[in-house]
Nanobody, 120 residues
């Protein structure tokens, strides 16, 4: 079983940066692909970025390409989402997810989420 805990959310002005972290429990972290998703009230949860077990393959939603970077440190059981040039439309609750199948899902475990608010 993998437990995921996100951190690093907060309030930032448009154009600013934040780095989200997702710490995973357990000794099998390196077996999992990891992903970041986001959700605003009343809407579906949207894919943001994903990374395979080694960190070699990365995938991004078109809306964040060139601004967000996903990375992982298997020695620290942690995946990161560096978010630059933030826009008000990036405001959402951000969730990390872990999946054994691969970076395109399906996703087996989810964190509780961290709020990101971007002010204009």
């Amino acid at each position: 079983q993998v437990q995921l805990v996100e951190s690093g959310g907060g309030l930032v002005q448009a154009g600013g940066s934040l780095r989200l972290s997702c710490a995973a429990s357990g000794r099998t972290f390196s077996l999992y692909a990891m992903g970041w998703f986001r959700q605003v009230p009343g809407k579906e949860r949207d894919f943001v970025a994903a990374i395979n077990w080694s960190g070699f393959s990365k995938y991004y939603a078109d809306s964040v390409k060139g601004r967000f970077t996903i990375s992982r440190d298997n020695a620290k059981n942690t995946v990161y989402l560096q978010m630059n040039s933030l826009k008000p439309e990036d405001t959402a609750v951000y969730y990390c997810a872990a999946g054994l199948t691969g970076p395109r899902g399906p996703w087996d475990h989810w964190g509780q989420g961290t709020q990101v608010t971007v002010s204009s």
